[in-house]
């Protein structure tokens, strides 16, 4: 029976690493994670905070949305993009559908419910602790909610590794929107579905391995914030 030959599956042996087309996918993925996730926060911090400390009708409705959203399916996202982005939709003039801006928003489409979730979460906690004292300085509502976000940064850059871990393993929306053209739009992810499917495991296999030393290094950095912040409240 004939043998698989491991060692001509690895990508080492190729010297993979420093291919330009390897090095250009993983460039890109990062590039298209890294600027979603930031928008993201953008808009994620502030809208999370807001929803924790004001008070308005329909605010339970708004939190049980923007939790559910957390686990929003990613093709549902990717086809709402499409829709948005394609020729017929309301942004189609712009031409944004198969490009790396386009994968942008579906990316930030997934990581705003969880930024802003878990944001909502952390600042409605401190609000209930420190809202008297608050009150009592006179702060204004944007004043507090500055003061709150700077309190909660260890917390919210959890939250932010949180949604980034989420973009980077991201495949499924990005396939719609980007299509995975070569040289372009393809990612790590969608890559690796791509060549092993065609049979060039040492792609994939080096794909894989970089995603998966980002996702480990993702969540030591997790790790490591929260128990700075662990540590930085238990000096105060």
């Known amino acids: 029976m004939t043998g698989v030959d491991v060692a001509a599956m690895l990508p080492f042996d190729r010297g993979l690493f420093a291919?330009?087309?390897?090095?250009?996918?993983?460039?890109?993925?990062?590039?298209?994670?890294?600027?979603?996730?930031?928008?993201?926060?953008?808009?994620?911090?502030?809208?999370?905070?807001?929803?924790?400390?004001?008070?308005?009708?329909?605010?339970?409705?708004?939190i049980v949305i923007v939790n559910a959203l957390m686990g929003l399916p990613p093709v549902v996202a990717g086809l709402a993009v499409f829709l948005l982005l394609s020729r017929s939709g309301p942004l189609g003039p712009l031409g944004l559908l198969f490009s790396p801006r386009a994968m942008m928003v579906a990316q930030f489409v997934l990581v705003l419910p969880i930024v802003t979730a878990l944001t909502r979460q952390t600042i409605e906690d401190l609000?209930?602790?420190?809202?008297?004292?608050?009150?009592?300085?006179?702060?204004?509502?944007?004043?507090?909610i500055s003061t709150l976000l700077w309190d909660a940064r260890f917390s919210l850059?959890?939250?932010?590794?949180a949604g980034f871990g989420r973009a980077s393993a991201e495949v499924g929306a990005i396939l719609i929107v980007g299509g995975n053209i070569s040289g372009f739009t393809r990612t790590m992810t969608t890559a690796i579905a791509l060549e092993t499917s065609k049979g060039d495991l040492p792609l994939a296999l080096g794909?894989?391995?970089?995603?998966?030393?980002?996702?480990?290094?993702?969540?030591?950095?997790?790790y490591a914030v929260s128990r700075i912040g662990a540590r930085f409240a238990g000096a105060l």
């Open 19 to 62: 291919d330009p087309a390897f090095l250009g996918i993983v460039g890109l993925s990062l590039k298209v994670s890294t600027i979603a996730v930031a928008c993201a926060c953008l808009v994620g911090f502030p809208l999370g905070a807001a929803i924790a400390m004001l008070r308005f009708p329909g605010r339970s409705l708004v």
């Open 127 to 144: 609000w209930a602790e420190y809202r008297d004292q608050l009150t009592s300085m006179g702060a204004s509502r944007v004043e507090a």
């Open 157 to 161: 850059i959890t939250a932010l590794l």
């Open 207 to 222: 794909l894989g391995a970089v995603l998966m030393s980002l996702t480990f290094t993702v969540n030591a950095a997790a």
